[in-house]
């Protein structure tokens, strides 16, 4: 399963729960940065902070991610605040192996070649080629980096569009299709005043796709869409069960279900109507896909209840959505809020990172840890990380283990077995 979040278009979009940058600070912590296009922005020092365990990103939310179950969580640039009018943008390219067992504290990250892909711009959103060999960044071309070889493609021109005058991007969110390979994502805003009155204000979300194997790059809206807001972000996965895409829109203001369906075939969203312990209105959260997409994985964000900022607004709680049934069941709190963070699935692990534990009036705090991990069938928080196969309890939780009285039990009926089976063997022989 793949997810990917785009950070540029999130933090200059969603002003509700972040500012406009107070000074462009561009941050590039990496020492192998490979050629592209000169930034006029002046790398600055870090903000003093810990360093994140396993010599991974430094702490910092919105970051780009995508991953993919039992191999790796790639995680790009990201925004670091640490006073109201202070942030700095982070540049820089990481993986965290989700192939070998490892611990909160020393978790497997591998810092990777990074490289700019635009003026003043960074990495932008990407997602991952079905072979999982690739990863497409997006910005008004196409940038492939190649996974095993640690090296960027050269640079591939915008697909041509005719004579669209829309441009070529995707908006917020990349997914892939496992089958086909195709990544989608939310495409460009569709001004209302363009294909309808000219004096209509608004816009329509429009849906991207692009297909690695052509290089063709498409997208398409409905004007009677139903689809989430446009103008806000969303976040987006790909359901390889269904077949299908499921948003969660952040912020909805409406007093009803926050999560959209669509189908790629008919290109239509469908409003869920869900039951259930359904996550409050919130933006900033991580969503993924678990077992097979048959259940979906939303946790933390920011709540919107909260609308000065007085107060920490950033959230710790974890919601699994059934699919098949369209009930959301609220489980276990973390131990923090994850404000802005980026997140993975394998097998019955929830692995999330960074983002911040602390939304208020002058003070954002970002996760300073490692990885939080989070076991969906055994509903218990951990620190403890090992790719095990869906449904198989950790060995290391108690939890799962059977009781004294269970095993006591257990072994009387062996030896009850043991002598049975001698019994007989001895009668036999007679």
């Known amino acids: 399963m793949r997810f990917s979040l785009s950070t540029a278009t999130a933090v200059l979009a969603a002003a509700a729960f972040l500012t406009p940058l107070a000074n462009g600070q561009l941050i590039t912590e990496e020492p192998s940065v490979a050629p592209g296009p000169t930034s006029t922005q002046t790398p600055i020092p870090e903000p003093t902070a810990a360093p994140t365990p396993g010599n991974g990103p430094s702490p910092r939310g919105f970051t780009n991610f995508a991953f993919t179950e039992y191999q790796k969580l790639f995680v790009s640039d990201g925004v670091r605040r640490w006073a109201k009018e202070e942030q700095a943008l982070y540049a820089g390219l990481y993986s965290l192996d989700l192939s070998v067992p490892w611990t909160s504290d020393k978790p497997a990250w591998k810092n990777l070649t990074y490289r700019s892909t635009g003026e003043g711009e960074t990495a932008g959103q990407f997602g991952i080629s079905k072979d999982n060999a690739t990863l497409f960044f997006f910005d008004g071309k196409v940038h492939k980096y190649d996974v095993k070889t640690n090296t960027w493609a050269p640079d591939t021109s915008a697909p041509s569009l005719g004579n669209d005058s829309v441009p070529f991007e995707f908006a917020d969110h990349i997914v892939t299709d496992p089958e086909t390979g195709i990544l989608h994502g939310f495409g460009p805003l569709v001004p209302l005043w363009t294909i309808a009155d000219p004096e209509a204000d ?88 678990a077992y097979g997409g048959t259940k979906l994985i939303l946790a933390g964000g920011k709540s919107v209840t909260d609308t000065t900022g007085a107060k920490n607004a950033a959230l710790d709680d974890i919601y699994v959505y059934d699919v098949p049934s369209s009930v959301w069941r609220k489980m276990a709190n973390a131990s923090k809020p994850y404000h802005g963070a980026a997140c993975a699935v394998t097998g019955d692990f929830f692995i999330i990172w960074g983002g911040y534990n602390v939304y208020a009036t002058g003070n954002y705090t970002a996760n300073e840890d490692g990885p939080a991990i989070f076991n969906i069938s055994a509903n218990t928080w951990g620190t403890n990380y090992s790719p095990t196969p869906a449904g198989t309890p950790p060995s290391k939780d108690s939890s799962n283990k059977p009781s004294t009285a269970s095993q006591t039990w257990a072994a009387l009926i062996r030896g009850e077995m043991i002598l049975l089976a001698a019994v007989v063997a001895t009668l036999s022989l007679l």
Do not use: H, I
């Open 202 to 289: 608004g816009y329509l979300v429009s849906m991207a796709a692009f297909d690695p194997a052509t290089g063709n790059y498409t997208y398409s809206y409905n004007t009677n869409s139903g689809g989430p807001n446009g103008t806000n972000p969303n976040s987006l996965v790909f359901s390889a069960a269904t077949k299908k895409l499921y948003a969660f829109e952040w912020e909805r203001t409406q007093n009803d279900s926050a999560l959209f369906e669509y189908d790629t075939s008919s290109k239509k969203w469908t409003q869920l109507n869900t039951t259930g312990d359904a996550p409050t209105s919130r933006g900033g959260v991580c969503f993924a896909p």
